[in-house]
């Protein structure tokens, strides 16, 4: 079992920044690949960016490459989003996720946060 809780959410103006934090606890989240989501209202819940399970590589969705990062310190069980340039259109409930497999899609995740809301304002 791994609990995650997600932090760093806040309303911010376009062409700023934020960062969230995912704290885990439970079983290392070594054992597993690690990312986030993110859902807007009506929407599907979309891949953002994730580790694979070992935290060799980092994937991002193409509608954040160049703008996010995707970063972890394993010494605190954490995962950060760190969010550049942020649009309108990134205005979502963003999620922490960890998986058993790879982390993709909204079925490969086991284990979820509650989610912090993201709001950019034009």
Known sequence: QVQLVESGGGLVQAGGSLRLACAASGR?????AMGWFRQAPGKDREFVAAFSWNGAYTYYADSVKGRFTISRDNTKNTVYLQMNSLKPEDTAVYYCAAGGGRLRTREDGDYW?????????S
């Open 28 to 32: 290392s989240f070594s054992y597993y």
């Open 113 to 121: 946060g509650q989610g912090t809301q993201v709001t950019v304002s």
